[in-house]
């Protein structure tokens, strides 16, 4: 259904784009077999994983689990999915710990893409599978099949022929970092084949295109046939002959060094086709070889995953002015549990998910702090006890903790990025707990290599007050004012309010895993791992004001008492206070930011096309890998982090920032930044990490007034422009620049007419708790009965506290989702009107367009 509708979008007359996003946490696997089937400790292994789409890896687990067969990960990735996939896969890796010697695969976890809606939203354990090349396809390809037009009866030809022209392949797999891919076309008769022939190699792309045509000479039964017989020859003839077979079998050459590999196959039983002409593209499928692998599932072990998988279908703005109206409209609603925002709240097990399009949608209309301020007055209204503020996973909670993710990345890298650095590039022993010291550490060292980084990183936090981002301190400031208004009687309830936020909920989880918050690309040994725990879990406790007198019985570890007493002091609270006194100031306290030192935002080694060197008038050009860098100043790149820059390019210099075609230079991946003189090529490692580079520098670089309007989404090469065949290489683009529409205070791009339909297809999803909600509604007629018998109306966890005001939103809310609903499906029935089963949209083998013919056209 989705590959259908990712093609049918590319119509100038389609209205409707798809958004794809994953969130996945690996737990933890149990299990795995022993290194080299030995016992005992030398059996143990190092353990990563590696995320992949098809084959294409996307992200590895920061950190390595050392002598482990049951390596606990608890590693949490999220990222937009930007084009079609089939297959998801988590590969466990063992780390070979000999240099020379290659990581090993043990064994992966696949999952169909049609089947993540089994796995949404839940924690499940998977059996680890075997790894088979054979298995591991991905891509389709383009057939014209049919009998030879030049058959003529006579002593000349006397048998027919079957041409089998083979036309394209398209999202072929890639093997050792390339694909040099041709096709072999065979003619099976039952097991035995019959004949087989290839197709020419085609160098350096996924996407080949052959145009060949292959003769097959087809049998019939019967060697006698006259020119009358000869003259009807059809399927009829063929069927006679049950078990003809054409198998195409897509490879890639390994140029004799590793030997083909194979991408692909299909079969098609001639019997099965129309020959008289037969065009159609198929889905490439594994080989069936036959062979079972000896090991069972249950003896490769188990990994234990949370997969989160979402895919919108998402309508132009008109479509959903009534829902966005009834969720901006929220704040306003009293009370606010008659609200959308609110009921979206309650409708969800993970908060998570409705807290993410409300932050955006809201932030985006300028709506965020109302938004914020009454769902944290409801819920602070109701609590007992102070030290349980906020501490939930309530929707106000995680409403914060996405906002933080968005405002506050650049003031995390600000704050921290060189405390984390140190830590990395000295690699101090600092475990202070003596059950797992190794031989020859002291604890005085260690405790006082930890103490060091503590310091460090609590004096970076506290000295950052005046670069906390406006609109956090703005939102800290109304929880503050809460906190007092509700607890007037207690003096540290405005301090615990916001360090539960800034330290526990933003500080602490990018110490403990600065990759994730892109602070750092580095992969984390267990060591380094277990010192950055150590910092969270003090930086954090300071952050709570923990008292210095805490006893053993209110700290479990008792190896960190010593540790804590050390930063728990007087002098460390009063310098959090005045932390959080600064940062949840309603004034507007930054420093001016015309000489700041440059922020990193992003980094990581790609492979970059050279500029090109004039050497006794020939112009050298080639690829080389290269560590890139974007700061808040410069993109720029070197040979190596921390070596010179070979390339500086001011932001104020980028002018457009676009995809680049493949046929440039016939590999995946690529974007331009373009420059006034001249273009930079750069390929990133997947298809995932080129749309994250070219959202943020598009972001950073759009408030440049010289900005492109149009481009060329092809490069000059041999002479001209490949994409608009014109000569001179200084000509404008031909086609004009992605539109974006990029806040220039936030981290990320905000699609609202995304975020919203995220909202609707929850509601949807939820629609019997909404349909029961109404009725419940529908079952009071006073008022004053909800709150006289408040049990009676939980469902389960939701109180109607004003049943008037809830019910006129739901019904509105249930109207607008169903009305939404039915554009959907009269969408996806056009889809299916203009689709044809065997066309590029959708190919032959594709399950996924036949479950969406059954579902959407059936009348």
Request: glycine letters at 4%.
């Amino acid at each position: 259904m989705m590959d259908n509708l990712d093609n049918c979008l590319d119509n100038n007359d389609c209205d409707v784009r798809i958004e794809q996003q994953l969130r996945i946490k690996i737990g933890e696997a149990k299990n795995l077999m022993p290194r080299n089937g030995s016992n005992g400790s030398s059996g143990l292994r190092d353990c990563y994983c590696v995320i992949s789409l098809d084959r294409e890896q996307i992200y590895r687990t920061c950190s390595t689990v050392e002598r482990t067969n049951n390596p606990f990960f608890g590693e949490e990735f999220q990222f937009e999915i930007p084009r079609r996939f089939r297959n998801l896969a988590i590969y466990l890796y063992d780390r070979e710990r000999s240099v020379n010697n290659k990581d090993k695969v043990m064994g992966k976890v696949s999952i169909k893409r049609d089947d993540l809606s089994k796995y949404h939203n839940k924690e499940s354990w998977f059996p680890i599978i075997p790894v088979d090349p054979d298995s591991e396809v991905q891509g389709k390809i383009h057939l014209d099949i049919k009998l030879d037009q030049c058959f003529k009866p006579g002593a000349h030809q006397t048998q027919p022929k079957v041409a089998v022209r083979v036309i394209d392949c398209n999202d072929l797999g890639v093997i050792n970092g390339c694909c040099d891919p041709y096709v072999i076309v065979s003619l099976y008769n039952g097991p035995i084949r019959q004949e087989a022939k290839r197709t020419k190699i085609k160098k350096k792309t996924v996407n080949p295109h052959f145009d060949e045509i292959l003769y097959f000479d087809i049998p019939i039964r019967g060697q006698n046939h006259d020119r009358n017989s000869v003259r009807s020859l059809n399927n009829v003839n063929i069927i006679n002959n049950n078990s003809l077979e054409l198998r195409i079998s897509v490879m890639h050459d390994g140029n004799g060094m590793f030997g083909s590999a194979f991408l692909g196959e299909v079969k098609i039983p001639l019997n099965d086709i129309d020959l008289s002409g037969h065009n159609a593209w198929y889905l490439l499928q594994p080989r069936d070889t036959g062979r079972t692998d000896d090991r069972t599932a249950t003896e490769l072990g188990s990994l234990r995953l949370k997969i989160h998988y979402t895919f919108d279908y998402v309508f132009s703005s008109r479509f959903y002015e009534t829902l966005r109206k009834l969720i901006l409209i929220s704040p306003e609603i009293k009370p606010i549990s008659s609200s959308t925002a609110y009921i979206l709240g309650e409708l969800v097990s993970n908060k998570v998910d409705a807290a993410q399009p409300l932050v955006k949608i809201f932030m985006h209309y300028k709506k965020i702090i109302p938004l914020i301020k009454v769902l944290a007055e409801a819920e602070i209204s109701k609590v007992t006890d102070v030290n349980t503020i906020f501490r939930g996973n309530s929707l106000v909670s995680k409403c914060m903790d996405e906002l933080m993710k968005i405002v506050g990345i650049r003031y995390l890298h600000e704050t921290l990025q060189s405390t984390i650095e140190q830590v990395l590039s000295e690699h101090k022993t600092c475990e202070v707990d003596p059950s797992r010291f190794k031989d020859g550490e002291s604890l005085a060292t260690n405790m006082s290599n930890l103490k060091t980084y503590i310091s460090n990183t609590f004096r970076s936090i506290t000295s950052s007050a005046l670069r906390c981002p406006q609109l956090m301190c703005e939102i800290f400031s109304v929880l503050k004012e809460l906190a007092i208004k509700y607890f007037p009687e207690s003096r540290e309830v405005c301090y615990y309010v916001i360090s539960g936020f800034v330290f526990l909920r933003f500080f602490a989880p990018a110490i403990l895993n600065p990759k994730l918050f892109e602070i750092t690309d580095q992969q984390i040994d267990s060591q380094t791992n277990r010192t950055l725990t150590l910092i969270s879990k003090t930086i954090q406790s300071i952050g709570n004001l923990v008292s210095s007198k805490c006893t053993n019985q209110v700290i479990k570890e008792e190896y960190m008492i010593t540790l804590y007493k050390e930063f728990l002091t007087e002098q460390h609270i009063e310098s959090t206070k005045v932390f959080l006194e600064l940062i949840s100031s309603s004034t507007t306290l930054s420093v001016p930011r015309v000489n700041e030192l440059p922020v990193l935002l992003k980094e990581s080694v790609m492979t970059k096309r050279a500029q090109g060197r004039r050497r006794i008038g020939i112009g050298f050009r080639n690829f080389k890998k290269r560590y890139f860098c974007l700061n808040t100043q410069h993109f720029f790149y070197s040979k190596a982090k921390n070596k010179r820059p070979l390339c500086r390019i001011p932001i104020n210099e980028i002018l457009a920032v676009e995809k680049l075609q493949e046929q440039s230079f016939k590999m995946k991946n690529m974007f331009q930044v373009v420059r006034k003189d001249r273009a930079l090529y750069i390929q990133a490692s997947n298809c995932v990490e080129e749309k994250e580079w070219i959202d943020i520098l598009t972001k950073v670089c759009q408030t440049n007034r010289n900005r492109l309007k149009e481009y060329h989404p092809s490069a000059f090469i041999s002479g001209q422009w490949l994409c608009c065949k014109a000569t001179n290489e200084n000509t404008s683009g031909c086609c004009p620049v992605s539109v974006t529409s990029l806040p220039p205070d936030l981290g990320v791009h905000i699609d609202p007419d995304r975020e919203i339909e995220r909202i609707h297809t929850i509601f949807l999803q939820n629609m019997e708790s909404l349909e029961t909600l109404i009725e419940l509604c529908e079952k009071q007629h006073l008022q004053h009965s909800c709150r006289m018998n408040p049990q009676y109306n939980r469902m389960p966890h939701f109180v109607i506290e004003d049943r008037h005001s809830l019910w006129e939103t739901l019904k509105e809310l249930r109207q607008c989702v169903i009305r939404l609903e039915q554009n959907h499906k009269q969408y996806m029935r056009s889809v299916c009107v203009r689709t044809i089963y065997g066309s590029e949209q959708a190919p032959i083998g594709d399950d996924n367009y036949l479950l969406m013919l059954a579902k959407h056209c059936t009348t």
